[in-house]
Every structure is written in structure tokens, then in C-alpha cells.
């Protein structure tokens, strides 16, 4: 079976990327097949996972508007054992575009169908917006990955996210659930921190991984690079924590 798992957050500056980016690459590390598919306009896990943006002929835009097939516009990353199917702005037309099409919250599930087997698991990177695109991404994954930033706001907005999530199980996709919720950019030394770990917990109970990610400089310099943190700075804290995570969420999909 392919998992299938929406990295997804309303909010922007979470740590959904990054997050995306280096659970692929320690999942391909550990000898899965991983097929990541960016479906944020704005193309940071794309050139996170070095990819030159100005240089791609085919993106997932050209999958969801121009019925190109997925296996065409997938390729390999910089990460071992990781494909992906980029993007660049373009893809910033598609909300627009999609909205007369045929069962358009359908598009995207129906164009993995292509490719799934070729999978052990397949992570989309989410835009930070509850739009057409997430919804695409709900609708086609069998679980959701949430990271959650340390700060005061962290809460705010996720009624909303889970609103989302319930109203697509009911209507498109019975499959979908809450895999897990991830703390991110967390430093556990501060009381805010540590009060927001507190909401969290009782908020999502069991859903809370145990490996929370710290804030480390490595994470933020690795996507300059095009590298994913295994490559760039495999003993830095930020490569152990997402190694950790990795396997909690290995563990959960077994
Ligand atoms: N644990 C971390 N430590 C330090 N910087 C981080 C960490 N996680 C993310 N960042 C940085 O914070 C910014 C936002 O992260 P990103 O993953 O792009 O969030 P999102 O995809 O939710 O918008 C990026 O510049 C990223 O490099
Ligand atoms: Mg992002």
C-alpha cells in the first residue's frame, strides 16, 4: 500500500516545507520509494530538493490544468530514492483555472492513480491557503502531517484546518484522518513554548508526535543549497530531530 500524506497548514512560515523536504529525504535514506509533489506555487520544496525553478519544462501545473501524466513530469531529486513532481508560479493560476473543471477537488487524486505504484509513499507539500489545491491534496492523501510552530498564535486557525479536514472526510474522501501534529521551530527552553506544547497536547492527545523539531540555523541555510539536511548537515540537531520524526512516522503507517 501507498501512503499517501498532505503536509498541511493554513498558515504560512510553519515549517511545512522544510518538514515536507526532509521526511522524504530520510524516508528515501531508509530505502523507501518517496515521490514528493510540490503543490506550493511558490516552489520551495522544488528547489529545497534541488531543483533548478527556472529550468523545469513540466510541473504539477501542467498535471492538474493540462492533463499531462504525472510519470512525465516526476524526476529525480537531489535526494536518494526521492522523485518529484515540482512546480513554479505558475501553478498560482491553477486556483483559478480549476474551478469549472470536472470534479476538480478529484484532479489530483486521479492523476497519482497513475503513479502509486510506483511508491512506498507519496508527501504533497501544501500552499498556505485551505484553497482548491489543499482540498486536492485532502482529497488524494490517506493522512495529514500538521507542523505547528512554538509561538503564541500556534492554535489560531486550526478549527478551521480541522473543520476542513472533517468536511472533506464526509464528502470526498472517507480515508482521510490526522497522521499526526508536529511541533516545530520549538525551543523548549522558554515558558511560551512550553505553554503552547501544553495547548497542543490537550488539543491533539495522542495525535502529537514525540519528536518535536528545535529551531536550528542548519534547517534554514540546507534549502539555499538545494539540499535537504541529511545531505547538508547530517550530525546538526534539525537532522536528527526529522530523522527521528521519520521514524515515528514509519511506525504509524506500518
Ligand atoms: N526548525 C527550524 N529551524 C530554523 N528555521 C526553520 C525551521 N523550520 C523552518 N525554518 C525556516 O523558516 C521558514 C519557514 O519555513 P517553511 O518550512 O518554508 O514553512 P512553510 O512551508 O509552512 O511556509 C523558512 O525560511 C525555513 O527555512
Ligand atoms: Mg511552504
Known amino acids: 500500500m501507498t501512503h499517501i500524506i498532505s503536509i498541511v497548514n493554513q498558515k504560512g512560515g510553519v515549517g511545512k516545507t522544510?518538514?515536507?523536504?526532509?521526511?522524504?529525504?530520510?524516508?528515501?535514506?531508509?530505502?523507501?520509494?518517496?515521490?514528493?509533489?510540490?503543490?506550493?506555487?511558490?516552489?520551495?520544496?522544488?528547489?529545497?530538493?534541488?531543483?533548478?525553478?527556472?529550468?523545469?519544462?513540466?510541473?504539477?501545473?501542467?498535471?492538474?490544468?493540462?492533463?499531462?501524466?504525472?510519470?512525465?513530469?516526476?524526476?529525480?531529486?537531489?535526494?536518494?530514492?526521492?522523485?518529484?513532481c515540482p512546480t513554479n508560479i505558475n501553478l498560482a493560476g491553477a486556483e483559478v483555472e480549476?474551478?469549472?473543471?470536472?470534479?476538480?477537488?478529484?484532479?489530483?487524486?486521479?492523476?497519482?492513480?497513475?503513479?502509486?505504484?510506483?511508491?512506498?509513499?507519496?508527501?504533497?507539500?501544501?500552499?498556505?491557503?485551505?484553497?482548491?489545491?489543499?482540498?486536492?491534496?485532502?482529497?488524494?492523501?490517506?493522512?495529514?502531517?500538521?507542523?505547528?510552530?512554538?509561538?503564541?498564535?500556534?492554535?489560531?486557525?486550526?478549527?478551521?484546518?480541522?473543520?476542513t479536514i472533517n468536511i472533506v472526510k464526509k464528502k470526498l474522501n472517507p480515508k482521510i484522518g490526522i497522521l499526526g501534529v508536529v511541533l516545530t521551530m520549538f525551543d523548549r527552553r522558554t515558558q511560551l513554548t512550553r505553554q503552547v506544547k501544553d495547548e497542543v497536547d490537550k488539543y491533539f492527545g495522542e495525535k502529537v508526535f514525540k519528536t518535536f523539531i528545535p529551531r536550528n540555523v542548519r534547517l534554514a541555510e540546507a534549502p539555499s543549497h538545494g539540499l535537504p539536511i541529511c545531505e547538508y548537515d547530517e550530525k546538526s540537531k534539525g537532522a536528527k530531530a526529522y530523522e527521528a520524526l521519520t521514524k515515528e512516522v514509519i511506525n504509524r503507517t506500518k
Not at 506555487?41 to 498535471?63: C, F, H, M, R
Not at 477537488?105 to 509513499?121: C, F, P, S
Not at 508527501?123 to 495529514?144: Q, R, W
Request: net charge negative.
Open 18 to 84: 522544510t518538514t515536507a523536504v526532509n521526511l522524504c529525504a530520510f524516508l528515501g535514506k531508509k530505502r523507501k520509494k518517496v515521490l514528493m509533489i510540490d503543490l506550493d506555487p511558490q516552489g520551495n520544496a522544488t528547489s529545497g530538493l534541488g531543483i533548478d525553478k527556472g529550468n523545469i519544462e513540466n510541473t504539477i501545473y501542467d498535471v492538474l490544468v493540462n492533463e499531462v501524466p504525472m510519470s512525465e513530469v516526476a524526476c529525480e531529486s537531489a535526494a536518494k530514492n526521492v522523485d518529484i
Open 98 to 163: 480549476l474551478v469549472s473543471a470536472m470534479s476538480r477537488e478529484q484532479i489530483l487524486k486521479n492523476a497519482i492513480a497513475e503513479v502509486e505504484e510506483n511508491y512506498d509513499y507519496i508527501i504533497i507539500d501544501c500552499p498556505p491557503s485551505l484553497g482548491l489545491l489543499t482540498i486536492n491534496a485532502l482529497t488524494a492523501a490517506n493522512g495529514v502531517i500538521v507542523p505547528i510552530q512554538g509561538e503564541y498564535y500556534a492554535l489560531e486557525g486550526l478549527t478551521q484546518l480541522i473543520d
